[in-house]
């Protein structure tokens, strides 16, 4: 995406120095790798590195340095980090004023990271919406990148992610569940509460994963409740969870709202979990507070709250 002060090749500049450089020098900064940084701007890497040398010669100082196999920012670069992050918001703000995004007419391809359940719940209602409002638009969505998610935050537009998993900043809830236990019918003697801990204490379970070190709401239920897993088998995401119950001996905890999608297949049970209300999955999107005022993402932000509207309000139990 073109900075927000290009237009017609024309380059903004302030004492000489051009002000693309503030938009290189925040990404540098906040990515601490070339590399990174040239993604995130859409530069080749020799065009970044370029960006780099300029800095240098006009702050007097390398900003980054290698220490053992990391980069590192220099004194003068954890200075200039808050700085430039913030001057380049309020550059932003003050180009986009007049900015209008038409986006009935737009043919726009915006980017989302979202697990396999976040994209199976949200893009239903939000293909129905672009369908009537933004025909020409489309979103992809693909999982997140292993890597921290605030970096995610930065690499698109938008990411889909629960609350409370070592994200802050800016996001809106869309979506909000519980967690139940799904298990193959033949296994199901009863419908207490003791029964449900005892079959999750018991029976051997295929969990979803989403990264390694990656803590779940649904780990955080169960080690709320005191019960210790045997995992015999992992995948990723909760997608497929209900379906590798069904036939075998093994035992799940997946979201209510997707249990819900499998729950006509006849050999499948869905069990409530105590205490599964203390530990919901409350899910947000979140982006780049130096993006914030974007419009086409003001209007994408409001596209996903109106399309998850009936999302975001709790579910009721079956």
């Known amino acids: 995406m073109a900075a927000p002060f290009e237009e017609e090749g024309y380059v903004a500049s302030l004492g000489g120095l051009d002000l693309n450089l503030l938009r290189t020098l925040q990404a540098l900064l906040d990515t601490r790798n070339v590399t990174r940084a040239g993604e995130r701007l859409h530069l080749s890497q020799p065009a970044t590195s370029a960006a780099l ?56 391809r915006f980017s989302v990271y979202a697990s396999d359940y976040a994209t199976c719940m949200v893009i239903e209602p939000l293909r129905r919406l672009l369908t009537r409002e933004a025909p020409g638009i489309s979103v992809q969505f693909a999982p997140p990148p292993r890597v921290q998610l605030a970096a995610a935050v930065t690499t698109a537009d938008l990411l889909v992610a629960p609350v409370g998993f070592a994200l802050d900043g800016p996001h809106d809830v869309v979506l909000r569940d519980h967690f139940v236990a799904v298990v193959n019918r033949r296994h199901v003697t009863g419908t207490g509460e003791g029964d449900v801990l005892s079959l999750l204490s018991s029976m051997p379970h295929v969990v979803g994963t989403f990264g390694e070190g990656v803590v779940t709401p649904a780990d955080r239920l169960l080690e709320q409740l005191d019960v210790r897993r045997k995992v015999v088998a992992s995948v990723t995401g909760f997608l497929s969870l209900p379906m590798l119950v069904v036939g075998t001996d093994l035992v799940a905890v997946v979201p209510y709202r997707l249990a819900r999608r499998f729950a006509a297949m006849d050999d499948l049970a869905v069990l409530e979990i105590p205490e599964s209300a203390s530990t919901p999955l409350v899910e947000a999107i979140w982006w780049d507070p130096s993006r914030t005022a974007d419009p086409a993402l003001q209007w994408l932000r409001g596209a996903f709250l109106r399309a998850c509207e009936p999302l975001s309000r709790e579910e009721r139990r079956a």
């Open 53 to 108: 040398a300029k800095l240098r010669r006009h702050f007097d100082d390398e900003l980054l340095v290698r220490v053992g196999r990391e980069m590192q920012l220099t004194p003068l670069a954890q200075t200039l980090l808050p700085l430039s992050t913030e001057a380049l918001l309020h550059v932003e703000r003050t180009f986009d004023v007049r900015a209008q995004y038409e986006a009935s007419t737009s043919d726009r």
